[in-house]
């Protein structure tokens, strides 16, 4: 089975600030990795599809790039909106552990 | 535009049954892997099970392997997820998801 390593669990930032999450692999999945935005009550939100592919109406600050064993998803001027926990997911299979963004 | 649409949900004793069902339109269902995810009350969401296109071959989270079987009828375009010997904490929300596509979900409560 293929688990997802996600990091940080829990980052701190300012509104404007350019903020990386990570997601590591242990084996190779090429480009076959989603990430998700999940606020409180409601079900995760795709951001981002084949590990670079921007979901339709999804603003543009978001990007993720990546392949193999190493993602990353970028947010590039943290929104007030954007305080949330994030996941990665390899498709149909293991989630990371979320990386939830807060406010300093 | 891909559909997905889950059903069979409710309220369960433990030690009880319940068989889950998605109804996929919008692909072409026979060629791709097909995966259940939950999403339990305050909890992240987790991966439960994953089958191949052809039924061949299937994956499971641990906590749920021995007690949950998915299964696919590509004639129909359907997946299933039969769940027994249900526990309290399999109360969730459980999605039938496609790559990125996920459907509403249908909630699974295990309760005396």
């Known amino acids: 089975d293929i688990q997802m390593t996600q990091s940080p669990s829990i980052l701190s930032a300012s509104v404007g600030d350019r903020v990386t999450i990570t997601c590591r692999a242990r084996q190779n999945i090429n480009t076959w990795l989603a990430w998700y935005q999940q606020k409180p009550g409601n079900a995760p939100k795709v951001l981002i599809y084949e590990a670079s592919s921007l979901e339709s109406g999804v603003p543009s600050r978001f990007s993720g790039s990546g392949s193999g064993t190493e993602f990353t998803l970028t947010i590039s001027s943290l929104q007030p909106d954007d305080f949330a926990t994030y996941y990665c997911?390899?498709?149909?299979?293991?989630f990371g552990g979320g990386t939830k963004v807060e406010i300093k | 535009e891909v559909q997905l649409v889950e059903s069979g949900g409710g309220l369960v004793q433990p030690g009880g049954s319940l068989r889950l069902s998605c109804a996929a339109s919008?692909?072409?269902?026979?060629?791709?892997?097909m995966s259940w995810v939950r999403q339990a009350p305050g909890k992240g969401p987790e991966w439960v099970a994953n089958?191949?296109?052809?039924?061949?071959?299937?994956n499971y989270v641990d906590s749920v392997k021995g007690r949950f079987t998915i299964s696919r009828d590509n004639a129909e375009n359907s997946l299933y997820l039969q769940m027994s010997s249900l526990r309290a904490d399999d109360t969730a929300v459980y999605y039938c998801?496609?790559?990125?596509?996920w459907g509403r979900g249908t909630l699974v409560t295990v309760s005396s």
């Open positions: 997911q390899q498709f149909n299979s293991y």
């Open positions: 089958i191949k296109p052809d039924g061949s071959a299937t």
């Open positions: 998801v496609f790559n990125q596509y």
């Open positions: 919008g692909l072409t269902f026979s060629i791709y892997w």
